[in-house]
T-cell receptor
Framework: GNSVTQMEGPVTLSEEAFLTINCTYT??????LFWYVQYPGEGLQLLLK?????DKGSNKGFEATYRKETTSFHLEKGSVQVSDSAVYFC?????????????FGEGTQLTVNP | EAQVTQNPRYLITVTGKKLTVTCSQN?????MSWYRQDPGLGLRQIYY???????DKGDVPEGYKVSRKEKRNFPLILESPSPNQTSLYFC??????????????FGSGTRLTVV
């Protein structure tokens, strides 16, 4: 079956530091890949997505590139802010005959200190 | 405003007392799904529905039921809750990929505690 593996957290950074959160996946077909963000006490919000190999998703300074050869979709940001503190989830989506299946990683807690 | 609405946001109940968590979306989405979120496990799919009267089990369906009598509503039913169902629950909806406008929208979550 499909699976998503994220780097273990929590991750603590100082403001303006460079961020990388690793994500690798296992899938039988050609999934679409996502990063979701969950701020404290809130639901999940789509941060960015990529639907095919070599696509780069970007939003709010975050980027991730769909790497089929390494089955990865690492999240990066050049300069984090305190407001980026949240839990980040990597996910993949495959469409099956019975519908779509969104599979999540375990989540990575990011804390950014001033 | 396009949204997925879950109720209640917080619920404490006792073992064995039936409860229902409601989910409603106003985007005319065909696809709806329930997830539970537990520390260290991420989000796991409980049930999903492709359209009215079409539902199927996800990865962790035991102890849960769902129904899809109307397109906009997808309630999650716990007939006899147990403490291991204490969790944070999310409802999500999406349009089909063949519309070219797919994407998941999540509700704000329901934190359930079963004592």
């Amino acid at each position: 079956g499909n699976s998503v593996t994220q780097m273990e957290g929590p991750v603590t950074l100082s403001e303006e530091a460079f961020l990388t959160i690793n994500c690798t996946y296992t899938a039988t077909g050609y999934p679409s890949l996502f990063w979701y963000v969950q701020y404290p006490g809130e639901g999940l919000q789509l941060l960015l997505k990529a639907t095919k190999a070599d696509d780069k998703g970007s939003n709010k300074g975050f980027e991730a590139t769909y790497r089929k050869e390494t089955t990865s979709f690492h999240l990066e940001k050049g300069s984090v802010q305190v407001s980026d503190s949240a839990v980040y989830f990597c996910a993949l989506l495959e469409w099956e005959t019975s519908g779509s299946r969104l599979t999540f990683g375990e989540g990575t807690q990011l804390t950014v200190n001033p | 405003e396009a949204q997925v609405t879950q109720n209640p946001r917080y619920l404490i109940t006792v073992t064995g007392k039936k409860l229902t968590v409601t989910c409603s979306q106003n985007m005319n989405h065909e696809y709806m799904s329930w997830y539970r979120q537990d520390p260290g496990l991420g989000l796991r799919q409980i049930y999903y529905s492709m359209n009215v009267e079409v539902t199927d089990k996800g990865d962790v369906p035991e102890g849960y039921k769902v129904s899809r009598k109307e397109k906009r509503n997808f309630p999650l039913i716990l007939e006899s809750p147990s403490p291991n169902q204490t969790s944070l629950y999310f409802c999500a909806s999406s349009s089909h990929s063949n519309t070219g406008k797919w994407g998941y929208t999540f509700g704000s979550g329901t934190r359930l505690t079963v004592v």
